[in-house]
T-cell receptor, first 111, second 114 residues
């Protein structure tokens, strides 16, 4: 079946360094991918999205890269800050318009 | 603009009790969703409603029922709670006719079934 998975359940980075969170997906029909951030005790919050006809999209301190050849996307966070500590989820849509979520990577930022 | 709101924030039930989780959105979205989140399992779709008056099963519907009361409100009911339903429940909404599948989430309801 369809799946979306993250490569690492946890990631620890030093404050000020760049963070890269990876995600793989199986559904070639997904035409839309989203990254969410979930802080402790809160609901997932939209960060950035990318359509399948793009290979890169930039936001404020974040960049998402999409490689359709290997069915892989990544979220890059520049100059990681303590406030970036959270669980990050990738999600892709399916033909029914529903989202398939990965299990999440917990990012810890060391001061 | 409150976005997606959920009540209650926390709930403890005994096995066999029933309860309804409430969700409302003020973004005029057509579609609404209920997920559960368990450690190591990510978000799993319980039920969804593509538009007012319609509901469909998701990945894990057993033990739950839903009602799309109107465009704003989508409730989730546990008729006879079981310990396996201990989880965090999230409601979400989106409007696919805006050309995006981005869903916006509420703050969650933390449910414990003893």
């Amino acid at each position: 079946g369809e799946s979306v998975g993250l490569h690492l359940p946890t990631l620890s980075v030093q404050e000020g360094d760049n963070s890269i969170i990876n995600c793989a997906y199986s559904n070639s029909a997904s035409d839309y991918f989203i990254w969410y951030k979930q802080e402790s005790g809160k609901g997932p919050q939209f960060i950035i999205d990318i359509r399948s006809n793009m290979d890169k999209r930039q936001g404020q301190r974040v960049t998402v890269l999409l490689n359709k050849t290997v069915k892989h996307l990544s979220l890059q966070i520049a100059a990681t800050q303590p406030g970036d500590s959270a669980v990050y989820f990738c999600a892709g849509n399916n033909q029914g318009g529903k989202l398939i979520f990965g299990q999440g990577t917990e990012l810890s930022v060391k001061p | 603009n409150a976005g997606v709101t959920q009540t209650p924030k926390f709930q403890v039930l005994k096995t066999g009790q029933s309860m309804t989780l409430q969700c409302a959105q003020d973004m005029n979205h057509n579609s609404m969703y209920w997920y559960r989140q368990d450690p190591g399992m990510g978000l799993r779709l319980i039920y969804y409603s593509a538009s007012e008056g319609t509901t469909d099963k998701g990945e894990v519907p057993n033990g739950y029922n839903v009602s799309r009361l109107n465009k704003r409100e989508f409730s989730l009911r546990l008729e006879s709670a079981a310990p396996s339903q201990t989880s965090v429940y999230f409601c979400a909404s989106n409007s696919r006719d805006r050309g995006t599948d981005t869903q916006y989430f509420g703050p969650g309801t933390r449910l414990t079934v003893l």
